[in-house]
Nanobody
Framework: EVQLVESGGGFVQAGGSLRLSCAAS????????IGWFRQAPGKEREGVSC????????YFADSLKGRFTISSDNAKNTVYLQMNSLKPEDTAVYYC????????????????WGQGTQVTVSS
């Protein structure tokens, strides 16, 4: 059974940083795109970033470029999302997802999801 487990969320003041991790198991890591999404209360789930494990290509939501970076450690089947200069509007539950698809694909077509990790940024 494929499992995605997120960690690293928490409470941080505006301007601070967090690094989220997504550990995947029972999944041929190199075949999949791994994406990060977030959902704030009352808002639709939105794409944050994505990395193609096979070639390392990356995708970022335009509003987040320059503040967030994504990387992968294929030996550990883990993808990291480094979030810097955090803002209160970054507050959300962050999910990682895996799919046999292209980065940038809409959230509802991804195959596997983690349980989410809460990120709260105070002003």
């Amino acid at each position: 059974e494929v499992q995605l487990v997120e960690s690293g969320g928490g409470f941080v003041q505006a301007g601070g940083s967090l690094r989220l991790s997504c550990a995947a198991s029972e999944l041929t890591f190199d075949d999949y795109a791994i994406g990060w999404f977030r959902q704030a209360p009352g808002k639709e789930r939105e794409g944050v970033s994505c990395i193609s494990s096979s070639d390392g290509s990356t995708y970022f939501a335009d509003s987040l470029k320059g503040r967030f970076t994504i990387s992968s450690d294929n030996a550990k089947n883990t993808v990291y999302l480094q979030m810097n200069s955090l803002k209160p509007e970054d507050t959300a539950v962050y999910y990682c997802a895996a799919g046999l698809l292209l980065c940038g694909s809409s959230w509802w077509v991804w195959d596997y999801w983690g349980q989410g990790t809460q990120v709260t940024v105070s002003s």
